[in-house]
């Protein structure tokens, strides 16, 4: 089954999707970082699984809609909603 991904920015119609998806994850490994020659380098090593997610921001969202400064995408998968990213100009 071929899966389609469509983008679309926030608006007044899909404002109510924020924060629907669920945002886990599984932590598999650990970074370990190190510097060699002024470079900055890492190695993975096995960590303890477990599951992780972040609480959702507390923003006015509506203030994101026809933003120049700031916006959201939401991310479709055959109509169903996959993810979102809040992006913020600095």
Same mark, same amino acid.
């Given at each position: 089954? !071929?899966? +389609?991904?469509? &983008?679309?920015? *926030?608006?007044?119609?899909?404002?109510?999707?924020?924060?629907?998806?669920? /945002?886990?994850?599984?932590? $598999?490994?650990?970074?370990?970082?190190? !510097?060699?020659?002024?470079? &900055?380098?890492?190695?993975? =090593?096995? @960590?303890? %699984?477990? !599951?992780? =997610?972040? #609480? #959702? $921001? $507390?923003?006015? +969202?509506?203030? +994101? *809609?026809? /933003? #120049? $400064?700031? !916006? *959201?995408?939401? @991310?479709?998968? /055959?109509? %169903?909603?996959?993810? %979102? &990213?809040?992006?913020?100009? /600095?």
């Amino acid at each position: 089954m !071929t899966k +389609y991904i469509l &983008i679309r920015e *926030i608006d007044w119609n899909n404002l109510s999707q924020l924060n629907r998806c669920d /945002n886990s994850f599984l932590v $598999e490994h650990q970074w370990r970082l190190y !510097t060699r020659d002024d470079d &900055i380098c890492y190695t993975l =090593s096995p @960590a303890r %699984q477990f !599951t992780k =997610s972040y #609480p #959702p $921001e $507390e923003l006015e +969202y509506a203030s +994101y *809609i026809d /933003n #120049p $400064e700031k !916006t *959201i995408f939401f @991310a479709y998968i /055959n109509e %169903q909603l996959a993810g %979102q &990213i809040i992006l913020r100009k /600095n």
